[in-house]
């Protein structure tokens, strides 16, 4: 018999696939600064907690935010590496991401690390974030 831990660890790799997809999209609106791509990645009613703390609530919120703070944050690409996934639902997941500052070219380099959980789930109209919280990776051995 699987343990609880065994049973959430599996995802199947479709639905793997999707989450990492929601992933890079939010990855590649956040260093567009593209704050309608980057809330199509949330469900219409989804929570989002930001590194400062701010809750915000819904899509368009979590858009007008966005439009807001995009202009005044520093110029500096990430990537957002998927460290964790586990099934909470077959079609609910949390994923634990690391969110590591960038080159233009992709590498990694100095500067403070994002750790992001997202709860993604199947929407409607696709796989979304649901919930989600930043805040700044403490340990760099974990990542």
Same mark, same amino acid.
């Given at each position: 018999?699987?343990?609880?831990?065994?049973?959430?660890?599996?995802? /199947?790799?479709?639905?793997?696939?999707? %989450?990492?997809?929601? %992933?890079?999209? @939010?990855?590649?609106?956040?260093?567009?600064?593209?704050?309608?791509?980057?809330?199509?990645?949330?469900?219409?009613?989804?929570?989002?907690?930001?590194?400062?703390?701010?809750? @915000?609530?819904?899509?368009?919120?979590?858009?007008?935010?966005?439009?807001?703070?995009?202009?005044? @944050?520093?110029?500096?690409?990430?990537?957002?590496?998927?460290?964790?996934?586990?099934?909470?639902?077959?079609? %609910?997941?949390?994923?634990?991401?690391?969110?590591?500052?960038?080159? /233009?070219?992709?590498?990694? %380099?100095?500067?403070?690390?994002?750790?992001?959980?997202?709860?993604?789930?199947?929407?409607?109209?696709?796989?979304?974030?649901?919930?989600?919280?930043?805040?700044?990776?403490?340990?760099?051995?974990?990542?």
């Amino acid at each position: 018999m699987a343990t609880t831990s065994e049973f959430h660890d599996v995802v /199947p790799a479709d639905v793997a696939a999707a %989450v990492r997809d929601v %992933v890079r999209s @939010l990855q590649d609106a956040f260093n567009a600064k593209d704050a309608t791509a980057l809330a199509a990645c949330y469900a219409r009613n989804a929570t989002w907690t930001n590194a400062m703390g701010k809750r @915000l609530t819904g899509r368009e919120e979590i858009t007008e935010t966005s439009r807001k703070v995009f202009p005044v @944050l520093p110029d500096q690409p990430v990537r957002y590496d998927v460290v964790r996934m586990f099934a909470i639902r077959p079609e %609910v997941i949390a994923v634990n991401v690391v969110q590591t500052p960038v080159s /233009p070219a992709g590498d990694a %380099v100095e500067g403070d690390k994002g750790a992001p959980l997202y709860v993604i789930s199947k929407e409607n109209d696709g796989w979304k974030i649901i919930a989600g919280m930043n805040g700044f990776l403490t340990d760099p051995a974990t990542d």
